[in-house]
């Protein structure tokens, strides 16, 4: 028996039961989702989806890679955020992000678990993480259940940023969109003279025409550090002539005080138009 492949992106509406953001892959009764997007910094519409899943019965796999220790009361990433973990079949995520080690992890129930270490060929043909590297990612999930204050200090950071830029950010993840490629390079070039390190992110990276410096807010960074980028910004941005446009994302996912997080919606303008392709969720059969 052989599953066919489907890779789809953006388009559809949510409420006629199709999906409103990338999908990565379709396959058969299988979809895999990022629940942060790297690049545009926001969420993916989890709660449609553990819907959706409700009513088709298809697997549902969620890349946790960006929501991991960041999103979440217990630091269980957006799934978790949104209040819909009991929803997805596996999640998956890395150990090099907010974990700061090497590797990945797949979480799921006994029977995925089995299943994965028996047909998962990348799982059977590789070799299991050393020892002091699991230690490590242990040793940091320990620090992040107990040091709270470092997930506080990161939405703090971009409840900061947002405000004083005027704009909505939802993510650790803030992307100023420039367009041209080489006015993004050089305007990382120049912040980088300056003292701060945002990477221009170009294609093949991101389509042709949405060239933007990746801003990226982490718990090692502090107020002073936000104040001080924001003060730089201006400097070259008027030597180029207008101010890059700032790419503000869909979903806004702020914690209303440091112990609870709420959800909300927010306005934000397309800077690109994308044709929409039909999906069509097969139901198990």
């Known amino acids: 028996m052989y599953s ?7 388009g559809f509406d949510v409420s006629f039961g199709t999906l409103s953001t990338q999908v990565y892959v379709v396959v058969s009764d299988v979809i895999i989702w990022c629940s942060l997007f790297s690049m545009d910094g926001d969420f993916a519409p989890l709660k449609e989806l553990a819907a959706l899943r409700k009513r088709h019965g ?6 946790e890679a960006h929501g991991t220790l960041v999103c979440g009361e217990n630091g269980g990433g957006v799934a978790e955020a949104f209040g819909v973990q009991g929803h997805v079949d596996i999640h998956v995520g890395t150990l090099s992000k907010a ?34 590297v699991v230690a490590a990612a242990h040793a940091a999930i320990m620090v992040a259940k107990k040091e709270k204050w470092r997930q506080h200090n990161v939405w ?18 803030a992307p100023i969109l420039f367009g041209d490629a080489d006015a993004a390079l050089e305007a990382s070039r120049k912040l980088l003279k300056m003292g701060f390190h945002v990477p ?13 410096l990746r801003i990226t807010f982490s718990a090692g960074h502090t107020a002073a550090d936000v104040e001080a980028l924001v003060k730089a910004l201006p400097v070259w941005a008027k030597k180029k002539g207008p101010s ?9 996912w702020f914690p209303s005080s440091l112990e609870k997080v709420a959800t909300q ?21």
Do not use: Y
Not at 4 to 10: C, D, P, R
Not at 244 to 252: D, G, I, R
Not at 273 to 281: E, H, N, S, T
């Open 4 to 10: 066919s492949l489907n890779v789809f992106s953006t």
């Open 58 to 63: 298809f697997l549902l796999v969620i890349d």
């Open 99 to 132: 974990i700061g080690c090497h590797g990945g992890f797949i979480a799921s129930s006994r029977k995925w678990k089995q299943w994965i270490q028996s047909r998962g060929r990348s799982f059977i043909f590789s070799t299991a993480l050393p020892v002091p």
């Open 156 to 173: 703090a950071l971009v409840r900061q940023f947002s405000e004083a830029t005027g704009l909505i950010f939802t993510s650790p993840i």
């Open 200 to 212: 221009a992110i170009r294609p093949p990276t991101v389509p042709v025409g949405s060239s933007r």
């Open 244 to 252: 890059p446009n700032f790419l503000p994302t869909p979903v806004s």
């Open 265 to 285: 919606k927010c306005l934000h303008e397309k800077h690109e138009k994308v044709q929409d392709k039909q999906v069509r969720l097969r139901p198990k059969l």
